[in-house]
């Protein structure tokens, strides 16, 4: 018992130090380590040196001397491992291969028919997988320690139980062991996860939620999603069902979702529900059964170009858009008081359209302390963005397991590159 204590106290000292120099963005003395992570001395000098010997760290140089002894600066070792985030959305798969730094190496992104039963999405997946690493600067696949899946609905990441989806076909409401199956393809470990929840990692980690400490960050596209960041953690609730901002049911008996119930807000705001809109006033052609996703996402680019040109009509669709969100984000600072919000996802293709009505509706339903001060950061657009997310998520699964550091060292990964404790662009 007093070992085992003894180990996960030991990994738990190693995340902190690897979390301190990722977060540092650029080369770190030992002392600042000291600072950021509360350790002493003898414990940064000790740990420090383990990572140094795994290859997860490297000395990079040292800080201009000021009289004294020159401080040597540490640096994470970009090519130790690379990681891979993958993005599944209705209509595509969008794969990042990152370096062990989180710098993106090779992007690809291959158009998927979802929704799919299990197998077929596993299989689709996996395929999708193959060729992205056979595409990538060599040798890729030999150096790959982990690959993260975003995908949209309820995700139980931690349980690889994937409670619903609308990449899912109606007849598979609940699929065990999805990252399992895949990793036994791939053969290395597979983490899965809600898409939101991967994106405010990544925004945590390299966008505009880094250091703070509680950050909301609010998807838009096909469907709406929320990442909360809350005393500086991922809040996943039980089941990892919390934070369903596009789930919230806001018009009792309202328009129907596409998650079975009734009212909710995605049944407002999202792309689908936008269209469907633009369908019942006759702006859009009716749908015929069941339209692809990316039929939709070209029918919302259709709309959003009928309001560029002043048809009144779809101007109002894209108002009406802004004010559901507005005010469900304004109640959301009202529920979690974040220091960052942050609105991503494809939907903010749109963003001149419904920005007026969003803000102002964002102000009217935010107590007012929140007025003024709580500002909307508007992310990028690209999937590029929500796979650099599901990289972050195999990094940080990477980073508390010191054990998978050991075994990505031990099956020598790092063989081919006997540079690697110099910076790659250094
Ligand atoms: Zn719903």
Redesign the pocket.
Known sequence: MARLQARLISQLHLYQVLHAVRLARGPISRAEICLSTGLSQAAVSGLTRRLIEDGALVEVGARPSAGGRRERELAINADFAWVLGVKAAMHQLTMALADFAGGVRHTLTLPLQAPLAPAALITEIAGAIDRCLNGAPAPAAGRLAGVGLALPGFVDSLADVLLWSPVLDAGSPRVEGLGRSLSELLKVPVFIENDANMLALAQQWFGPAAGVGNAALVTLEHGVGLGLIINGELYRGHAGLASEL??LQVVPGGQP?????SG?L??YVAHYAVVREGRVAGLLPPADGRAPADDTEQAYRTLAAQAREGNPQAVRIFERQGRWLGQWIGNVVNLLSPQAVILGGGGTSAYDLYQGALHEAMQDAMALPHRGRVRLTVMPQGDEVWAQGAASLVLQRLDESAETLASVSRHGLLSDTPSHRERPDA
């Open positions: 596009g789930h979702c596409r998650c079975g119930k909710c995605e049944a």
